[in-house]
């Protein structure tokens, strides 16, 4: 393969690009922050943490610096900034490129709008990272890289991928279901945006008892949406789709609540990324991106998603100011 760029050397970015430069492949990174962009060619980008310590000094741009064109482009940008990233990438994607979303959230949605779903390729990755400062990622705990065509043909330039990004993540996969990861995140994902809301880390927040029925409610709301779209969900170490349906179970979602606790706290990563958008970076999250589409999509079949309504509710009003974090906000998410 030739020169990667990847767009956005944060959490994701930057963890999965300093593995395939230290593999040897040809990577640049392009970051908004100039003080992470100067760190990464100067000093070098540092991964920490339990999974590995290594440093790599590569080519780092801001945006408004890239030059010249690029078949492949590793897309690495919270939700929110997908189209403007994208728009930005356009004049420099070769013909016969192609953007990777390494994102949460239906992105391929907005990139394949953008520049054709003949140049987007879709991904799940669920490894647990964290941008600490300029120059410094957290590595918490490996998990799935999925890759997959976004109309599942298996193509070799799928195969081509798969084979570099095994130099990150030796058990990647392609799939002919990408949509089904993708969904699948996005019931587990509504979990880590009701963490947010609190204080307690995901292990412990996970664990309270008395929120089973909200873990129960979110993942059924997502789940009915992606049925109306007609993809099949598919599992991942982190959930279990079979565990929620309407028909499963109450011990089913316990059983598979519990799995979800005990493989957090394994990682390093106490608490989620929107947990640090909120309480340190002071900034807004994914929401409307990530999880609001649920309630939009849904509401084009006509089915309601009250929980996920609630929980973006509430996230907007963390963000706006108007109400602090408490590990009592997820209790509202029980109310009618």
Known sequence: MGPILIWGAGAIGGTCGAYLKRAGHDVSF???VPAHVEAIRSSGLRITGPVDEFSVVAPAFLPEQVQGMWRHVFLCVKAQDTEGATRAIT????????ILSLQNGLNETIISRIVGRDR???AFVNYSTDWIAPGEVL???RSSVVLGELDGAITPRLEELLGVMRDFEPDAIITDNIWGYLWGKLGYGAMLFAQALGNLGIADCLARPELLAVWRALAREALAVAAAEGVRVEKFPMFDPAAFMPDAPEG???AAIARIVELNRHSAKTHSGVWRDLAVRKRRTEVDVQIAPIMEVGARHGIDTPTVRRLVALIHEVEDGKRPLSDDNLLELLQP
């Open 252 to 254: 089913a979602a316990r």
């Open 120 to 122: 987007t390729i879709g």
């Open 91 to 98: 004049p420099h994607l070769a013909q016969d490129g192609y």
């Open 139 to 141: 590595f918490g705990s």
């Open 30 to 32: 392009v970051d908004i």
